[in-house]
C-alpha cells in the first residue's frame, strides 16, 4: 500500500491528523527534499527507511514503491503543501494502476492558504472577487497558451502564482497587460508558515523590485488583487437584515 501524504504549507505541525499517523506507521518514506520540510521526519518509527525523491527520477521513486509492496511494507510519498497542486502525483498513480498496487491519497495544506495565513487575507471578499485563481508563468515547464498569465489577468480575480518568483519582470509584464493596474496591491509570501516566513507587500509594478531588494529568489508565492488593500462589502451571510436557514432577519 502506498500513501501519497499532503505534507503541508511548511510548518511541521500543520501536517494533518491522518497524514501524522500516517507517517509513524510507514516502514518506507519517499518524501520530496527540495521543499518538505525536514522536520516532519522526526515522526518516523525507528527502522523507517527514508528517500529523498529530490534525488531521483520517477522511475527510481517507483522501483522503491515496487520492493516497499513486495515486501509487504506500507509506503508514504510525502509531497510539499496538498500534492493536487503542482504535486506530479499522476505519473505515480499510473504507474502504480499499471503495477496493481493499491495507493491512497491523504490531503494537505496548500502553500497558498498559508500565505493567506501570513497575509490575514481573504481571497473571496465581497464585492471584490469571488474567485481564486491559481497559476504559474510559463518556464522549463509550459503552460497551455488559453491559460497565459494576461488571459487570466482580465478577470480580475484574486490570483495565487506558484513557481513565477525567479521571473518576475516579466509577470509584472503580463499581469498589467492582462488588466491589473499598476497599483493593484501584491504580496510576496517567502516560505509560508516556515519559522523563516516573511511577506513583502507591495503592488504590481514593484514586484520585481520587492523581490530585488529583499534577496527573494525562490520559494515564495505571489498574490495579487484587491482583495489585500481592504476595501469590501459586508457578508449577507451574517447581516441583521438578511434570513438564513437557520434564522430569521430582525430589521
Known sequence: MVDFVGAGSGAADLITLRGKKLLEEADVIIYAGSLVNPALLDYKKEGCQVYNSAYMTLEEVIEVMKEAEAAGKRTVRLHTGDPCLYGAIREQMDELDRLGISYAVCPGVSSFCGAAAALH???????????????????????????????????????????????????????????????????????????????????????????????????????????????????????????????????
Open 121 to 251: 487575507a481573504e481571497y473571496t471578499l465581497p464585492d471584490v472577487s469571488q474567485s481564486v485563481i491559481i497559476t504559474r508563468m510559463a518556464g522549463r515547464t509550459p503552460v497551455p497558451e488559453k491559460e497565459e498569465i494576461a488571459g487570466l489577468a482580465a478577470h480580475q480575480a484574486t490570483m495565487v502564482i506558484f513557481l513565477s518568483t525567479g521571473m518576475l519582470a516579466a509577470l509584472e509584464e503580463r499581469l498589467m497587460a492582462g488588466g491589473y493596474a499598476p497599483d493593484t496591491p501584491a504580496a510576496i509570501v517567502y516560505k509560508a508558515t516556515w519559522p523563516d516566513e516573511k511577506v513583502f507587500r507591495c503592488t504590481v509594478s514593484t514586484l520585481a523590485k520587492t523581490a530585488e531588494e529583499n534577496q527573494v529568489t525562490k520559494t515564495a508565492l505571489i498574490v495579487v488583487g484587491r482583495v489585500l488593500d481592504g476595501d469590501y462589502s459586508r457578508s449577507e451571510l451574517y447581516n441583521p437584515s438578511f434570513t438564513t436557514e437557520f434564522r430569521q432577519a430582525t430589521k
